[in-house]
């Protein structure tokens, strides 16, 4: 089993800008790439971003939704199994629940952190 654990969500203004950390514990050997989605009110699970582990390749691989690119930047600190989320230039339509998601490497459920909730309003 994978635990994930988020922080850093809040409150900003417009325009400003918020980190979510992510903190993996348990089987960290059986996962690879970790993630954000985020949910906001009435609307599905949305997919942010992704990382890979820079295990295999020496370097690590990030992915983004269209609508946070420019904007967003995902980050891992390997050595504290924990996957950033820099959140740069924040709009209101970024308010949601963010999830931290980490696929199991050899199949089976996916792994979720609990949420953590951002805001962006003036």
């Known amino acids: 089993q994978v635990q994930l654990v988020e922080s850093g969500g809040g409150l900003v203004q417009p325009g400003g800008s918020l980190r979510l950390s992510c903190a993996a514990s348990g089987s960290i050997f059986s996962i690879n790439t970790m993630g954000w989605y985020r949910q906001a009110p009435g609307k599905q699970r949305e997919y942010v971003a992704a990382i890979t582990s820079a295990d295999n390749t020496n370097y690590a691989t990030a992915t983004y939704a269209d609508s946070v690119k420019g904007r967003f930047t995902i980050s891992r600190d390997n050595a504290k199994n924990t996957v950033y989320l820099q959140m740069n230039s924040l709009k209101p339509e970024d308010t949601a629940v963010y999830y931290c998601?980490?696929?199991?490497?050899?199949?089976?459920?996916?792994?979720w952190g609990q949420g953590t909730q951002v805001t962006v309003s003036s």
């Open positions: 998601n980490a696929p199991a490497r050899w199949g089976g459920p996916d792994y």
